[in-house]
């Protein structure tokens, strides 16, 4: 339970970390196609855990680390549908997405070639 106020989510609540694993795994679960945006992320990891909030600086600490992994995966051979699909959560115009080294760029291909490509029932 938080003491104090912390990045706005007030004092009182109830703040739940998720780790990298936790992240990867929610991200791998959307449709291809589709985005989800950070907060609601966190929005669905807390009710999965009984909290008030998920905490949003280690949050888009792991979602780098997740991002960057897949990156370097994909850099070393492993097909892109085996890779963590992280252009769907991170948004192209966010500072996690200037700091990756698949730059802004690959992720707005990524997010346009997803968006262009027909559904697969």
């Known amino acids: ?3 104090a106020a912390f990045a706005g989510i007030p004092a009182g609540s109830t703040l739940y970390v ?3 694993a936790q992240l990867a795994e929610r ?3 959307i ?3 589709e985005t989800l945006e950070v907060r609601a992320l966190r929005d669905a990891l ?3 855990h009984d909290a008030d909030a998920t905490c949003p600086v280690t949050t888009g600490l792991f ?3 997740v991002a960057e992994a897949a990156w370097d995966a994909l850099q070393d051979g492993t097909p892109l ?3 963590v699909p992280f252009w769907r959560v991170i948004d192209p115009a966010s500072p996690v997405a200037a700091r990756l080294r698949c730059g802004v760029d690959w992720i707005q291909a990524m997010r346009a070639r ?3 490509a027909p559904s697969t029932p």
């Open 18 to 20: 998720a780790t990298p």
């Open 1 to 3: 339970m938080l003491e």
């Open 114 to 116: 997803e968006a262009a």
């Open 31 to 33: 449709p291809e196609g």
């Open 27 to 29: 991200i791998a679960a």
């Open 46 to 48: 807390a009710r999965a």
């Open 63 to 65: 979602l780098r680390i």
């Open 81 to 83: 549908e085996r890779i």
